[in-house]
């Protein structure tokens, strides 16, 4: 394979709460190679937005990265000061918000909001930098874009809002593009759309892409390979098909069960309990208190990665060679042969 | 727009109205005729004298013709009292201009420094920078000017000798502002405080918005981010404390004038109340919903202007 | 680098294989009950109101000046408007801390001849505290000397003013902790009375909504857009000063503000499940409104009264400075601060106590307000 073209190592990153320290990401391994689709996946407060956040370094004041590195054209990121990221934000690494609604400034116009970074950085005059914008625009699918460039964000929808920002992300033609929940805010109507057009971005802008999501049914179509995330962990990571078709982890059971599909008849199963306070991480496997294939070890030591292919790995004690075998739901395991089938997929 | 403009336009002009009409039954109404206690009239030429103001008749005929000779004439009526047989209109000329300049003032001196102490305070967020703004702006708001004034007036005029104790009336261009100079700190500093506080809040919390976010994801540089989106947005909402302020001005400037012995028209409006004479109040009276009511008015034109959402008629 | 399991690996390989058995496969798994206790809301708002250390003093300060308040006009023997022609203008001594050197009655006499201050008939004996600024002038030996006036003006040795008196002989003391009286007392009234027509008329316009709240709303708009100079000033010549028409012109315009906040209080809560259930369940009108919603307002509607007072205090001593006011011989905090003004170069005690006093106060009371917004809605801390 080839070197990726971001490496996060061991990255941990905490806050400073009113009630004390929360250690909202614990040393994770990522790595992103080129023109490929990284979803990282799990519920809020899992750590998956932080870790973006960590990336670009707009973590909020009172976080702070307490380890690791983020490894970036040969440069360790974590340490980068503000003024290092001026060259990344925006130029090589993107961001698309979850909340369209409120990521643009309300009383600036669209035309305005996006070619401000172009004329700020000083490669565009205003003349090339409206001509670029109208460009892009018309790229992301806004229809009039002379008319629309002058009008403010209170006059476009919600789904129009998230294509001006994806607009804004691309505008000076980044390398990496960070989706984080960029269609949660959306109607389901207008979801599929926006995925689309993120995908036809990729394909024209050769773009690699870290999208974050807590839904995986969302990004079915456009994972390459997927990352889950619990409590600040990766806990199972691998390909789209490793994670779909092979998942190891009780975690990745419970998520892959709880997703609606038109065949499911049982009743849609949801995750017992309530995910870890992360005031005071608990020992061993933080998801143990609400597992049901929980072993005695699991609330001692934390499990490492047990290798299952090349690429694909789960921090789970049920894989250690002294463990009881264990099988996958039934349920979740009719469910995948339906997926196959349905795929074309043999084993 | 246009729409906007005239509907507030017509809301001005209907409280006006109320107020001109309660200001005028009110005064009016007040028990005992306004040539009593003159013992050298005799019943024939106070009857004379009420039948010269219109004050037989009754009080909507009268209300009718001083609003005729208000807004045909400009005659607001005749002080009595403090200056007798003067047109109440006169006497306000004379008050009017160093009133506005010691408000005029206040006001411009306090919006920059104000703003410059709450942007201050909301980038330095939680640092001493801020605890100390904080600090001073609850004093600030706190102490009511007049308290101020005099304290101004004992240590800096008095003990220190830095100012005139009153307004001196023969002063021009510096010397005058110089000699104004306590009157108008006194007046200013509880706006600052408000301003600083309203637009640390107001910063503090655009800084935290996500379009700052974006701003500085998509390359701008913290400073340019600051500039372009967080403070330029939270200055838009300061023009909702512009009114209060400048009216809470004018309030203080009725007590601090008369503390500094300034002619204005605060010493005035005490003057005619404790004289007494009505007319002259009521005419200050009126002068001052005038004021506040164009103030008002300024403002709420000025933010159809700036706020695109409401510009284009938008929901607000 | 990634923590990968290998069979070499010493650490994970030598665990108890008892370890490895399947504990909760019977258990039901519920969601984790909450450890802690649950805190009430007045509870929960007293904790952080007590880790904010500036709201307790505020607190504290604003106890200490009520105490005095109601209890300081009683301290001594004299009356709130007993006057005493001969003691006039006296300056402040408190026997107590004149040895100290403060309060000792003292007053600064300007230019005097240093050979005439033996002189006991002009100066009797021990009453000069201190001479300095000794000079010649053509000749003449002169200084200021700082006498204390008591001894100097003859006055017998039992009398003493602890805030001095004024121009017509009043103790200042009484006359200044009955003035914090009367005003607190216009401030807590017209509040009470602000708060009470806020929430009828707000309650009122929100729960029912659509027309009704039109007009309502309309009515405020008019009544908010006048200045509130012109409609105190009005009021009070209509309906002469007094204490009752001072707390009623206060109410004229202040209710307002606190009508608009139960008004978007229920516009928030009416639609909210809870009321819709209630409501399906028949539960009157009445009960909805005080029980079910108004609760809901109850910690911005006692911050939003703290905040009212400072407003109230300070626009009586506005009264009172332009004769619309209190008016002596009572006393109020506004009287004691116009009188002392037209005093100041000669007495500044007259004007510096109620100065200080009111500055306490409002300070104290616009910190014990942030102090309990915040305490009531963590959310808004520090804005």
Redesign the interface.
Same mark, same amino acid.
């Given at each position: 394979m080839d070197k990726p073209i971001l490496e996060v190592?061991?990255l941990s990153v905490s806050f400073n709460a009113f009630s004390g320290t929360v250690r909202a990401v614990r040393?994770i391994?990522l790595e992103l190679y080129k023109g490929e689709t990284l979803v990282i996946v799990g519920e809020s407060g899992s750590g998956k937005s932080v870790t973006t956040k960590a990336i670009?370094g707009?973590l909020?004041k009172n976080g702070r990265i307490d380890s690791g590195e983020i490894i970036y054209q040969g440069e360790d990121m974590a340490k980068y000061k503000?003024?290092d990221f001026?060259n990344i934000?925006?130029?090589r690494i993107?961001?698309v918000?979850q909340?369209p609604l409120?990521?643009?400034?309300?009383?600036?116009?669209i035309g305005k909001q996006i070619t401000?970074?172009l004329i700020?950085?000083g490669k565009y005059d205003k003349k090339s930098a409206k001509k670029r914008a109208i460009e892009l625009m018309e790229a992301v699918g806004i229809p009039k874009p002379e008319l629309r460039y002058e009008q403010?964000p209170?006059?476009f929808s919600g789904g129009m809002r998230q294509r001006i920002?994806i607009a804004?992300?691309l505008?000076?033609d980044p390398e990496i593009l960070i989706c984080d929940e960029p269609t949660t805010a959306l109607d389901v109507t207008i979801q599929s759309k926006i995925l689309e057009l993120i995908n036809e971005m990729k394909a024209k802008n050769d773009l690699s892409i870290i999208f974050i999501t807590h839904d995986l049914g969302v990004v079915a179509n456009m994972a390459d390979r997927i990352c889950v995330m619990y409590a600040g962990k990766i806990v199972e990571f691998g390909t789209a098909e490793d994670i779909f078709y092979r998942p190891a982890h009780p975690y990745t059971w419970a998520l892959l069960s709880s997703i609606p599909d038109l065949d499911t008849k049982e009743k849609l199963f949801s995750i017992?309990? !309530?995910p870890p306070n992360m005031l005071a991480p608990p020992k061993g496997d933080a998801f143990a208190?609400?597992?049901? #294939? !929980?072993?005695?070890?699991d609330?001692?030591?934390e499990p490492?990665?047990?290798?299952l292919s090349d690429t694909h #790995?789960a921090a789970t004690?049920l894989?250690?060679?002294?463990?009881?075998k264990?099988e996958m739901p039934e349920i979740l395991a009719h469910r995948i042969e339906r997926m196959k089938e349905a795929n074309g997929i043999v084993d | 727009m246009l729409k906007y403009v005239f509907e507030r336009v017509l809301a001005m002009l209907v409280t006006l109205a109320i107020i001109v009409t309660m200001g005028f039954m009110v005064i009016r109404l007040m028990p005992g005729s306004m040539f009593e206690g003159n013992p050298d009239m005799s019943p024939e030429q106070l009857a004379a004298l009420e039948a010269k103001y219109h004050l037989d008749k009754p009080l909507l005929v009268q209300y009718g013709y001083f609003l005729r000779d208000a807004f045909t004439k400009g005659d607001w009526g005749t002080s009595l009292k403090l200056y007798p047989n003067v047109p109440v209109w006169e006497i306000l000329q004379t008050r009017i201009p160093i009133s506005m300049y010691i408000n005029v003032y206040s006001l411009l001196i306090s919006l920059p420094i104000g703003v410059i102490l709450g942007i201050v305070a909301a980038i330095k967020k939680n640092t001493w920078v801020d605890y100390t703004v904080s600090f001073l702006v609850v004093i600030c708001i706190s102490v009511p000017s007049f308290v101020f004034a005099t304290l101004m007036q004992y240590f800096f005029a008095f003990k220190m000798e830095a100012f005139p104790i009153i307004y001196e009336p023969t002063a021009v261009g510096m010397a005058k502002l110089y000699s104004l100079a306590l009157p108008i700190m006194a007046l200013a500093l509880s706006p600052i405080a408000r301003v600083a506080r309203y637009l640390r809040a107001e910063l503090a919390e655009t800084i935290?918005?996500?379009?700052m976010?974006?701003?500085?994801?998509?390359?701008?540089?913290?400073r340019?981010a600051t500039i372009?989106?967080g403070i330029?947005?939270s200055l838009?909402p300061l023009m909702n404390i512009i009114v209060p302020m400048f009216t809470n001005i004018l309030g203080g400037s009725l007590v601090i004038e008369t503390i500094f012995a300034i002619p204005g028209m605060g010493g005035m409006m005490v003057n005619s109340i404790n004289a007494p004479d009505y007319e002259v109040t009521l005419a200050i009276l009126i002068f001052y919903s005038i004021i506040s009511l164009s103030t008002i008015l300024l403002v709420d034109i000025s933010y159809g202007i700036?706020?695109?959402?409401i510009r284009?008629g938008?929901?607000k | 680098?990634?923590?990968?399991?290998t069979?070499d690996?010493e650490k994970?390989n030598n665990?108890d294989?008892?370890?490895?058995?399947?504990?909760?496969?019977e258990k039901e798994?519920?969601?984790?009950k909450f450890e802690t206790k649950a805190v009430g809301f007045f509870k929960d708002a007293a904790m952080r109101f007590i880790r904010s250390k500036i709201s307790v003093v505020a607190l504290i300060g604003i106890l200490f000046i009520l105490f005095l308040a109601i209890f300081g006009p009683g301290m001594n023997e004299y009356g709130y408007n007993d006057q005493n022609l001969d003691y006039i203008n006296l300056p402040p001594k408190i026997p107590v801390l004149a040895e100290y050197g403060i309060f000792d009655g003292g007053r600064v006499l300007q230019n005097r001849r240093v050979d005439g201050l033996d002189d006991t008939s002009r100066y009797p004996e021990g009453c000069i505290l201190r001479v300095f600024n000794e000079r010649e002038v053509k000749g003449v030996k002169m200084c200021d000397i700082e006498v204390d006036y008591y001894k100097y003006a003859g006055i017998p040795e039992d009398v003493v003013f602890w805030f001095g008196s004024d121009y017509l002989g009043r103790d200042l003391w009484t006359r200044m902790w009955r003035g914090a009286r009367v005003s607190l007392f216009i401030a807590f009234i017209s509040v009470f009375v602000n708060v009470f027509i806020g929430i009828v008329y707000g309650a009122v316009a929100g729960y029912y909504g659509g027309k009704t709240d039109m007009i309502m709303m309309r009515i405020t708009e008019i009544i908010n857009a006048m200045p509130q100079l012109v409609v105190v000033t009005l009021f009070i010549l209509f309906f002469g000063t007094g204490i009752l028409s001072i707390i009623l012109a206060l109410v004229v315009q202040n209710w307002i503000g606190t009508a608009r906040m139960i008004r978007a209080q229920f516009y928030r809560f009416k639609g909210s499940e809870y009321v819709l259930a209630s409501r399906t369940l028949g539960v009157k009108d009445r009960v909805l409104i005080f029980r079910h919603i108004l609760p809901n307002s109850i910690g911005p509607i006692i911050t939003r009264a703290m905040m009212a007072i400072p407003g109230a205090i300070f626009t009586e001593s506005f009264l009172a400075y332009i004769g619309l006011g209190i008016r002596a011989p009572e006393s109020s905090i506004g009287v004691l601060l116009s009188q002392g003004q037209k005093v100041m170069q000669q007495y500044p005690n007259q004007v510096l106590f109620p100065a200080i006093m009111i500055s306490i106060l409002m300070i104290s009371f616009n910190m014990l307000s942030n102090g309990l917004r915040d305490a009531f809605d963590p959310t808004q801390r520090g804005a």
């Open positions: 190592k061991n040393n391994d670009l707009i909020p503000e003024k001026y934000r925006g130029k993107s961001l918000f909340d409120s990521a643009l400034n309300p009383i600036m116009k401000e970074a700020l950085s403010y209170f006059q920002v804004i992300a505008a000076s017992p309990g !309530a208190q609400r597992n049901k #294939y !929980a072993l005695a070890i609330f001692e030591e490492p990665f047990f290798k #790995y004690w894989l250690h060679p002294d463990a009881p264990v | 935290n918005s996500d379009f976010l974006l701003a500085k994801t998509k390359g701008l540089t913290e340019q372009n989106h330029r947005n838009l700036i706020d695109p959402r284009m938008g929901k | 680098m990634l923590n990968v399991y069979p690996n994970y665990i294989k008892s370890k490895f058995v399947l504990v909760q496969a798994i519920h969601d984790a």
